[in-house]
C-alpha cells in the first residue's frame, strides 16, 4: 500500500472514530437530560436505561445541550464522505503525490479542531477551520480533474 493509502486509511479511521464517539457522547447526554429524541424512549424499561447508563458512562458533568453533538454528527456527515471520496479518487488514478498526503493529515486536523470549537462555541477558530476543510476538499476536486 502506497504512503498516500495509508494515510487515507488512517485519516478515514480518525475520522469515524470522531463519529462514533460523537453519537455516543450524543446518547449518554441524551440520557443523562433525559431529552430524548422520540417518545418511546421516555418508556424505555429503567433496568435498560441503567445498563446504558453504566456502558456509557453516563454520570457527572454532560453537555447541557445534545444539540451541539448533534451538530457535530451532521456536520460530518455533510463534509466528510465527500471529501473522502474525492481522496480515494485522487489515489485511484495515480496523481496523489506527497502533499496530497500532507493535505489527508491537514483535512484530518481542521475536522478534528472544527469539532472541539464547535461542542465549546469557539469562533473565529470554527470557521476557520471549518473553511479551510472545505478548501482543502475543494482543492483535492480539482486535482481530479484538472
Known sequence: ?????????????????KMVVSHLAT????????DFK???????????????KVL??????TFENPKRLLGIVNNSVENEPFWFA??????QTGKAND???KLILAY????????FCYIFAIQPFR????????GITGFTAARLVF
Not at 500500500?1 to 472514530?17: F, Q, R
Open 108 to 115: 484530518v486536523a481542521c475536522r478534528f479542531i472544527h469539532a
Open 56 to 61: 456509557l458512562g453516563a454520570y457527572g458533568p
Open 1 to 17: 500500500m502506497s504512503s498516500y493509502n495509508e494515510t487515507l486509511a488512517k485519516g478515514a479511521g480518525l475520522l469515524t472514530l
Open 127 to 134: 470557521a476557520f477551520s471549518y473553511t479551510a476543510g472545505l
Open 27 to 34: 446518547v449518554r447526554t441524551r440520557i443523562m437530560t433525559a
Open 38 to 52: 422520540a417518545d418511546e424512549d421516555h418508556g424505555i424499561a429503567k433496568p435498560v436505561l441503567n445498563l446504558f
Open 99 to 101: 502533499t496530497d498526503s
Open 86 to 91: 474525492v481522496a480515494l479518487m485522487l489515489g
